[in-house]
């Protein structure tokens, strides 16, 4: 199961994996957190964490907790979800909505008024709240050609490229990969989706750069990140192959792809997005977020 199913089944998690209950998660980081209440990180970016990864954990439980693990977000929340956030001094860095869909996207323009009668909504609600991404997708291809895709999905996202400039908030489509997880998704190399934003030319239409997709599809991701970095407004995370842990047991240097990460001058959010699959889900939580804590 992916994180498309997860979240528009409703399931927000994977009980597969999940390898231990919300108390027993919760309780096995206690002391730590208790005790780094006030965590300073030093990156110049933010940390952030998918809450799709954590399904079984309630919101709430889980707000308390990574606050004190150096994490500001917990993302990929629809509007209800947002005021939670706020109680416990967190935001979320990349909202959605529960009509917001993977596979049917913008390169279709089936969808096109549907979609522009809907965003714009969420944009002002997301600038009300202080939200400073809101998602999009282009859709699986469906047979379409990558150029047809390309000039749909601009045309689809123009209009809605100005709303978001006017509230202020980025609409940022997410790079995935197609061979893996993501089946005949289009957006799914970083070049496709530079020739979009550059065809759209708004400085609110960004792309989200999930680091193991990408892996997955191209690989060079640092000099990937470099060379398009003025494209990217948002990061996610998780090893490579199985979307687990970002530690040893898998082939991406996190250390080093967050120093070049630093070193383009980014100061906007990192999201942890893969699935643990250790009994101690939140200290290995904590583990990926001090691996991602770099200085350039």
């Not at 997860?6 to 999940?18: D, R, S, Y």
């Not at 096995?28 to 965590?39: L, P």
């Not at 980014?266 to 770099?294: H, M, S, W």
Request: aromatic share 8%.
């Amino acid at each position: 199961m992916n994180r498309r199913e997860a979240i528009q089944n409703g399931l927000l998690g994977l009980a597969a994996v999940q390898t231990t209950t919300m108390s027993g998660a919760l309780a096995a980081c206690e002391d730590k957190t208790n005790s780094a209440k006030n965590m300073s990180t030093k990156a110049p970016f933010r940390h952030s964490v998918c809450k799709w990864c954590y399904g079984k954990m309630p919101l709430e439980g889980m707000a308390e907790q990574v606050k004190g693990i150096g994490i500001t977000s917990i993302e990929l929340l629809g509007v209800d979800e947002w005021p939670i956030l706020k109680k416990y001094g967190l935001t979320c860095a990349m909202g959605t909505a529960s009509w917001i869909s993977l596979t049917s996207g913008f390169n279709d323009p089936n969808n096109h008024a549907k979609l522009q009668s809907m965003y714009p909504e969420l944009l002002k609600k997301a600038a009300d709240a202080g939200i400073p991404n809101v998602i999009c997708f282009s859709g699986n291809r469906n047979g379409k050609g990558e150029q047809e895709g390309l000039d749909n999905c601009a045309r689809g996202l123009e209009k809605l490229a100005k709303e978001a400039e006017k509230a202020g908030v980025n609409l940022v489509m997410e790079l995935l990969n197609s061979k893996v997880d993501h089946k005949d998704y289009q957006c799914d190399h970083t070049e496709w989706g530079v020739k979009l934003a550059e065809k759209i030319a708004s400085p609110r239409f960004k792309l989200l750069y999930d680091i193991y997709h990408m892996q997955i599809m191209e690989g060079d991701v640092i000099a990937t990140i470099r060379k398009y970095q003025q494209y990217i407004a948002h990061y996610h995370t998780a090893g490579v192959p199985g979307r687990h842990e970002i530690d040893e047991n898998q082939e991406l240097n996190y250390h080093g792809i967050m120093k070049a990460i630093a070193a383009t001058g980014y100061t906007g959010f990192v999201a942890q997005e893969f699935i643990p699959v250790v009994q101690n889900q939140l200290d290995t939580l904590r583990k990926a977020v001090e691996i991602c804590d770099v200085t350039a």
